[in-house]
């Protein structure tokens, strides 16, 4: 078949990659392309499994099966540590998280006329795909679609989008509104009526002076190591459930039994509550969004865990060399930036063993770069893929000394 190329690869960004370096869309490794540039699907071309793919932005890569999805969160990992010139250390399997478990979603809702779209946005646009199923929500967020949009329709601008954030708590799912008029007596009472009648954990909304919650029948929590931890408007959680699970499996490996450990940019406490059970270990916890160090601070007072918890901005005020060499164990799980400073410091620390989570391979690579000058060894890397279909790939990784 010498006129046709075989699409080998999948570049960062989701294309097609063949041998000479050309860039198709929507193909997968083993398809075909033939001379006039058609695609001649092979082995590794799935069937979609939402009726928006690919119009919706939510999902890049529906068209993969699989073993080529799991392959190309595997090398997006990889190519990142080779782009730094660094060794390949033992490279895990890659956790892929199911279809429909996502736990978060923020989608856009819009009126046009007496109708209401809800869904996420078209790729690279602005523009609104009406969702009327998905293959990437939660079954509890996506139950609330169809009735939010009865309810969202009087309470909408024509042509001005508004905000819908959902996550799954211990309660149930908690809403967060923006950009819809809710003033009066009516528009109260339907917000409180669809709020009971769909069991939400909280209703809130944000007119433009941060969330305001209109219905929380008891406390909103999220279970971490076991461990009821109050929700803060908006907070910051892992994904998926099956992916949180796999990167605490991953963090503990990496710190084996270290007595102490620093989680750093802990969030609610994801990893620092998930190490301390039990195991009569003490954790410090640092992060830099206030509700979520408060909360996490509450937690651990209630039930007595041996977690201190510090309000601390790393990227201003990063822990210094002294302060790391005091734990057994470094957690750190940076926003998409990395952690250059905190690494800077962390290289040349004498803590024996570190547990890096990313959401970004690149500034990952960096970052492991560093730590690699000043002497670790990066021991293992475990791909994670919660965002399923999608180019955003996580990992884990272990590095000792
Ligand atoms: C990827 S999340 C991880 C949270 C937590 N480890 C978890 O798994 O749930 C990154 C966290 O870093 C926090 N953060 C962002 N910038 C920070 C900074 N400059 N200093 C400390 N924490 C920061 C965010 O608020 C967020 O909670």
Known sequence: MTDTSEILRIAARGDGVTADGRYFPLTAPGDRVAVDGSIIPGPHHAPPACSHYPECGGCQLQHLDEESFARFVTERVVNALSGQQLALPEVMPAHISPPNSRRRASLRAERRGKKVLIGFNAGQSHRIVDMADCAILHPALFALIAPL?????????????????????????????????????????????????????RLSLDDGYGPQTRWEPEPVTVTLGGVAVSVPHDA??????????????????????????????????????????????KVYAAEAARDAAFALKGAVGRVQALVFVEHRDLYRRPLTTAELDRFGAIILDPPRAGAEEQVKALSSSKAPRIAYVSCNPATFARDAKTLIAGGYRLDWVRPVGQFRWSTHVELAAAFTR
Request: charged fraction near 25%; glycine fraction near 14%; avoid cysteine.
């Open 149 to 201: 949009r009865r309810l969202l329709g009087p309470m909408l601008r024509e042509k001005r989008a508004g905000g819908v954030k959902m996550t799954l708590t211990d309660q149930g799912v908690d809403l967060l509104l923006d950009g819809i008029e809710a003033d009066g007596l009516a528009a109260a009472e339907s917000l409180s009526r669809f709020a009971e009648d769909h069991g939400l954990a």
């Open 236 to 281: 910051f959680l892992q994904a998926t459930q099956d992916g949180e699970a796999a990167l605490i499996a991953a963090v503990r490996d990496a710190i084996g039994d270290a007595p102490t450990a620093a989680d750093l940019f802990s969030g609610l406490g994801t990893f620092a509550l998930s190490v301390v059970e039990g195991q009569g270990r």
